[in-house]
Structure formats: structure tokens, C-alpha cells
């Protein structure tokens, strides 16, 4: 051992240039997206999961509302919306909260990583699998299941994309205020469900008690649904749409953002 | 490295109390006290990562948790912290990104990644999953990241324990070896007091303060004990006396 450390000597003798603390580096932040990409390549199951679900429950819903491919159309394309922001949701709070009690997070933070790499990194890992999952997904509804969308294809994806970006900073926000597996699985009915109700998934949101649509009316989930029923219902981006659009993108940044802010190089 | 006065709160405790002690550079200095000392809390203090730190605390001439220290200190944690689901190469092909980024280091770091494995023997290893390693290995990947770069100072929270005796002279053979030729500084905690006779330097602790400051040999004189743990004894021994005098003193 001490001759390999003999020519590990040597090779530090190389001036290494000190690449001070920036707020986002992109080289640090690809490198920390393909080490989390790497990390779920070492888990086919969980990505079996995540991309074969959403085609399974869309198969299923296909099935179930046989007779009404009205119903079918709007709940599906509600639902191309909602499973990105679930699954990315899910899987975030579930990595950071392993980052956080495994020690890799405390080692991190003591390098030369900026905060906002780590959440970019893991924003762009977890965004391309969101590409792919809805792109599957989409595809699937669309020319196998007979989903009758009137605007392109193309938006519903966008739409779907910034849904997974939500969810990653939701869940990335959340996973630290769990201390356990156990209660980060919890959050998600505790932050899912409450705008999965209140989305118009099931009912549409002018229908509902005045005091739960005006709750609606702050939850980005509301907006993630109305984006998708706008692309299904109109040829072009409406007005409607656009609104949505920025809506549902901006509370991704600002919970990204509350979610770096949970980020703590000093811990007690 | 320098501290005074340097006061730990973790929660309800405080852990440490107004420490005062200097280390040397190019030298390797132990950290010894019984568990729950406040070894890790001290380690912790000196490479930032620990909240509540109030006191004076200077780490090669900067603030402990300086952003420009983040390339300049290397850290080992108590328990391994590596990511399991990663093979030992790509654990520490992230590391290295991290410390050196951008495709022009690339060579660098594929040379510095395949060193850091050699020194803490797991060339054999390199292609395993770092989750399917023993407890042992686990616990040298986490050192070969901190032997990533050339840290000026190493800060190491137990790195030898459950390794066996070959591993644990050739692990401070690499110790000594970095502090002769890079003069690195290293600060290593151990509950082994065998490992106290290679430090170059001792600071023991007993509940939040520290016991002596001292060289092996100096101790041993000091104190007339044949062996540092001997020395250990004495010590905490005669500060649980004190303690016993002020107390039926008031
Ligand atoms: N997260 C924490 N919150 C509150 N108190 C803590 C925390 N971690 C440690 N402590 C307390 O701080 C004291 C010192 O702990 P520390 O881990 O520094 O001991 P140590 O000397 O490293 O022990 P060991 O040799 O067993 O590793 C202990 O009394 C412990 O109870
Ligand atoms: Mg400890």
C-alpha cells in the first residue's frame, strides 16, 4: 500500500486549480444528476415501477369507462398530468431523505458543492425520467387507447414535464421534515391527496363548496389539471393555458427554492 | 488549527466546554477519550458541519467552515457515508467530480480516483457494490474520498476501527507517509490506545474538555505509566479526584 501511495504522492504534485464555491456550477450539477441516475440504474425494478405503472393505470381506466370514452378522455388526460408529479414526488423525498441519514448529504455540503447543484442535479435526473415515463405515457393514450386530444401531442408532454418538476420539489422539500422512510411515505397523502380532491379531477372546481375552490385556486395541482383539459379541448395554447403553464412552473422554482433553503451545511 | 474557548451545544447538552488546544501542521495528532467524549462533535466543529459552535476555531488561518476550506479539508464521518446502491469506483468518480469538476480534469480524476482506491486497498473491490462490501470496506471507501484531491488537512473519525492489524499498519504507514511527503495535517480519533503511540501528537478528552496536549512520550513521563492507555488512566483518574475535591469542598 504505501508504494501505490508513493505514486499517489507524485500525481498531487499536479497543480490543481481551486474551483471555488459557486451558487450552481453546471459541471457539479450533471455530475451529481448522472451519479443519481446511475444510483436508480443499480434499481431496475423501481424503474420498471415508475415507467410501467402509469401505462397500467391508464389501461385500466381505458377498460373501466368502456362505455363513456368521454369520461375517459378527461380523467386520462388529468391523470398524464397527475402520475409525473406523484411518482417524482415519491422517489425525490424518498433519495434525499437517504442522502440526508446515510452521511453522503453532511459530506457533501462539507465539499465544494453549491446547494443549488445538488437540486438541480437531482431536478434534471429525475426530470429526464419524467420525460420518459410521460413520453410512454402520452404515446400509450394517445394512438393505443384512443385518448382524443385536440391540441398537440407536444404540450401535454410539456405540461407533463413541469408536473414531474413540481413533484421533485415538493418532494425535496418535504423530505426534510421527515425523519424516517415511514414518515416521508406519509406526506404523501398528506400533501397528494388533499389537491388530487380538490384538483377537478372528480368534480369540476366551480362546482365545489366556495371555501374548498378558493383553496383549489392556490394549489398548483388545480392548474397541472386545467393545463392538461385546456391542450384536450383546444387546437392552440389559449390564453388559459399559458396561465397555467407559468403557474404550475413557477411553484416548482419557488418550492425548489424553499427546498435549497432546508438545505444546511451546519446541522445541530 | 487553533481553537479557544470552543463551546458545542447539542441540544439540551453542551458537549464541548470552552476547548482550548493548538495542532500542529504536517503532523499527525490523535484524538482519544472514552465514547461519547465529544470526539465526533469536535470533528465535526473543525470541518463545519456542526451547528452551534461559539468560541474561537482557526483552520489553516481560516474560520473553521470557510468556503475556501471545502477543497482543503477532507473528512471522514464515523459511520461510512457512501452511497450503497453505487459501486466503490462511481462512489468515488462522483466524489472527485465534486472536488475537481469539468471534462478537462477528467484524466486527472481517473488517475486520482484509481490511486485513492490502491491506498486503501480495495483495487480488487473497485467494481463491487459498495452496499454488497463488508462493514470494513464500507468504511474504507469512505476514507479513500477523503484521500481524494490533496486535502492539506484530514480530519478522520475512527477510521481504523473493526479493520484487522495489516490493514491498520498499512493504513497509518499511508498516515504517516501523507504528512512526511505532503505535509498534511491529520486529526484522527480513535478508541484504540495502541493507535496513540503513532501519533506524532495526543489530545485527550474526558467529557467535553480536554485531559492533556501532549507527545506520547511526554505523557508517559509525565504521568509514569509504561503505556499512553496507562497514562489515559491516570489522568482520568486524577481529574475524577479533583472533581470529587471541589465538590466536598462546597
Ligand atoms: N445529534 C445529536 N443531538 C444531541 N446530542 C448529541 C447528538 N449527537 C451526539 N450528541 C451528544 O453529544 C455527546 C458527544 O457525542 P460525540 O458523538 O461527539 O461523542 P464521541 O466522543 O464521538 O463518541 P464515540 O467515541 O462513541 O463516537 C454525547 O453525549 C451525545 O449524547
Ligand atoms: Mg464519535
Known sequence: MSTTATTGAQAHHHAQPRTHTRALSAARTT???????????????????????????????????????????????????????????????????????SGTLERLLAMPLGKGDLIAGYALAFGSVAIIQSALATGLALWFLGLDVTGSAWLLLLVALLDALLGTALGLFVSAFAASEFQAVQFMPAVIFPQLLLCGLFTARSNMHPVLEAISDVLPMSYAVDGMNQVLRHTDMTTTFVRDVLIVAGCALLVLGLGAATLRRRTV | MHAAGLTVVRGPRTVLRGLGFTVPRGQ?????????????????AIVGTQAKVSG???????????????????????????????????????????????????????????????????TSHTDALAGNLSGGQRGRVSLAVALLGTPELLVLDEPTVGLDPVLRR????????????????????????????????????????????????????????????AAFLHLVDEAVAAGRTKESAR
Not at chain 1, 423501481?46 to 369520461?71: G, N
Request: with cysteine; hydrophobic share 45%.
Open chain 2, 28 to 44: 499527525i495528532t490523535g484524538l482519544l477519550g472514552p465514547s461519547g467524549c465529544g470526539k465526533s462533535t469536535l470533528m465535526r
Open chain 2, 170 to 229: 498499512d493504513l497509518w504507514n499511508l498516515f504517516h507517509h501523507l504528512a512526511a511527503t505532503r505535509g498534511a495535517t491529520l486529526l484522527v480519533s480513535s478508541h484504540v490506545m495502541d493507535e496513540a503511540e503513532r501519533c506524532h501528537r495526543l489530545l485527550l478528552m474526558r467529557e467535553g474538555e480536554i485531559l492533556a496536549d501532549d507527545t506520547p512520550d511526554a505523557l508517559r513521563t509525565r504521568t509514569g505509566a509504561d503505556t499512553v492507555e
Open chain 2, 56 to 122: 474561537t476555531l482557526d483552520v489553516l488561518g481560516r474560520p473553521a467552515g470557510h468556503p475556501t476550506l471545502r477543497t482543503r479539508v477532507g473528512y471522514v464521518t464515523q459511520s461510512p457515508s457512501v452511497y450503497d446502491d453505487l459501486t466503490v469506483r462511481q462512489n468515488l468518480d462522483y466524489f472527485a467530480a465534486i472536488l475537481d469538476p469539468g471534462r478537462a480534469a477528467a484524466g486527472r480524476r481517473r488517475d486520482d480516483v484509481t490511486r485513492a482506491i490502491a491506498d486503501v486497498d480495495l
Open chain 1, 31 to 101: 455530475a451529481t444528476a448522472a451519479r443519481v441516475l446511475r444510483q436508480l440504474r443499480h434499481d431496475p425494478r423501481t424503474i420498471a415501477l415508475m415507467l410501467l405503472v402509469p401505462c397500467l393505470m391508464l389501461v385500466l381506466l381505458r377498460y373501466v369507462f368502456d362505455s363513456s370514452p368521454r369520461t375517459f378522455d378527461n380523467i386520462g388526460a388529468s391523470l398524464l398530468g397527475i402520475f409525473p408529479l406523484i411518482t417524482m414526488f415519491l422517489v425525490t423525498s424518498i433519495a434525499t431523505l437517504r442522502e440526508r441519514t
